[in-house]
């Protein structure tokens, strides 16, 4: 059995996804996971009300992207997403507008996405 250590795994945090009325927040944990990428691409599943995070690689031209290693401040990047947030939580039926709410993301290595379910199950 071989094992990769990360000896700051517990300094930085299990990855963890916050939810504001602002937008998206990624602690230092899930920042690492994607890679620390110069810019993301993020997705949204309306049915499953799953947003999925990657690096903005070999995307089409017309899919916006993000400015994100550039922005992390205190080992954390946001996102500005306010009519997106209102969406949100309105269709999923979760209040992170009055008082933020942590997400704890799954990160699927086949397509390199982390992925936020909004949903009560996978509230931190």
Partial sequence: ME?????????NGSPIVTLS??????????????????????????????????????????????????????????IGAKDFSKYLSRVSGIDFLTKAKQFIPAFDETTKTLIIIVDEEHLK
């Fill in 3 to 11: 094992f990769s250590f990360d000896f700051t795994y517990l300094k």
């Fill in 21 to 78: 009325s602002l937008g998206l927040s990624f602690n230092r944990g899930s920042i690492d996971l994607l890679g620390a990428p110069d810019e993301v691409v993020v997705g949204y599943d309306e049915k499953n009300h799953a947003i999925g995070i990657r690096q903005a690689f070999n995307e089409p031209d017309e899919v916006p992207r993000y400015k994100f290693a550039s922005r992390v401040k205190s080992d954390w990047v946001r």
